[in-house]
């Protein structure tokens, strides 16, 4: 499977964002998708993920009520909607394919596949 990210770039604090990731390789709507985030120096770490269906979605505590994650089962594509940006959310976004099971996995060394990462820079 090929994961192909995009639509990152530099904003300034309080803008909007919106980051796509394109499946190929495997039938996209039978895994649950997510997307996660790595600052300098730091771990990647979750930031949200939607179920097969796009019913069920998780976010983490420090970007609920501000990014949204959605899907298009029929376009093969995971968004991730980036709004009130902060500087603190400045990182390379990863999305990420979890193929070992139904559900969301918020664990980064569960996921077999990645797509390459797109930068995302929030200025103050």
């Known amino acids: 499977v090929q994961l192909q990210a995009s639509g990152g770039g530099m904003v300034q604090a309080g803008d909007s964002l919106r980051v796509s990731c394109e499946a190929s390789g495997r039938t996209f709507s039978t895994y649950a998708m997510s997307w996660f985030r790595q600052a300098p120096g730091k771990e990647r770490e979750f930031v949200a993920g939607i179920s097969r269906s796009g019913i069920s979605t998780y976010y983490a505590d420090s970007v609920k009520g501000r990014f949204t994650i959605s899907r298009d089962n029929a376009k093969n594509t995971v968004y991730l909607q980036m709004n009130s940006l902060k500087p603190e959310d400045t990182a390379v976004y990863y999305c990420?394919?979890?193929?070992?099971?139904?559900?969301?996995?918020?664990?980064?060394?569960?996921?077999?596949?990645w797509g390459q990462g797109t930068q995302v820079t929030v200025s103050s």
């Open positions: 990420a394919l979890y193929s070992r099971g139904p559900g969301v996995e918020k664990l980064a060394a569960r996921y077999d596949y």
